[in-house]
């Protein structure tokens, strides 16, 4: 599995007052850092701020690191469909609650599809939950759908609108 590339950045280093403490924690956090996230992730180190900013340097280093990263795709965020939740609805029958709080939930998720297509009976993931199959997928309108007609400048005048 290809993870997305991870930089970290540490700040606030001016607090430590001896420099062999400096490199000891140093050396600690970034072997953490790399053991946590993966072998070779980049740290970068902010040595304290300077009148209210961060060396200019340390600064252009890390700009310097970043205009330069290749962005890969994620190959596998592309080729699955998810859902960007935005509201959960619980559609069990409340008497069948009141009955048993246990009783198997019946429940509508509305968001945003992203990646692939989604198709009835897919099994989906809910993170910390399990894996359960889908009866149903619906389409619904956008509630914030743009306008039908747009406002264009046009480039006799500046403030001549046209639709």
């Known amino acids: 599995m290809v993870f997305p590339k991870v930089m970290g950045v540490l700040t606030h ?46 600064v252009l ?12 795709p994620l190959v596998w965020r592309n080729t699955h469909p998810y859902v960007l939740v935005d509201r959960i609805e619980d559609l069990t029958d409340p008497q069948k609650k009141k009955e048993n ?16 297509y989604l198709k009835p009976n897919m099994k989906v993931h809910i993170p910390g939950v399990n894996d359960f199959y889908m009866k149903s997928v619906s389409l619904l309108s956008d509630p914030c759908p743009l306008p039908d007609t747009c406002l264009l400048y046009t480039s006799d005048a500046a403030d001549d609108l046209t639709r």
């Open 13 to 58: 280093l001016d607090k430590f007052k001896e420099g062999k403490k400096l490199r000891n924690t140093k050396k600690r956090l970034k072997s953490r850092f790399q053991e946590e996230i993966y072998p070779g992730a980049k740290l970068f180190y902010f040595s304290g701020m300077i009148h209210g900013r961060y060396p200019k340097n340390e």
């Open 61 to 72: 280093n890390l700009a310097r690191f970043i205009s330069v990263m290749k962005f890969r």
């Open 101 to 116: 709080a246990a009783v198997d939930r019946k429940v509508a998720f509305f968001g945003y599809l992203r990646g692939t």
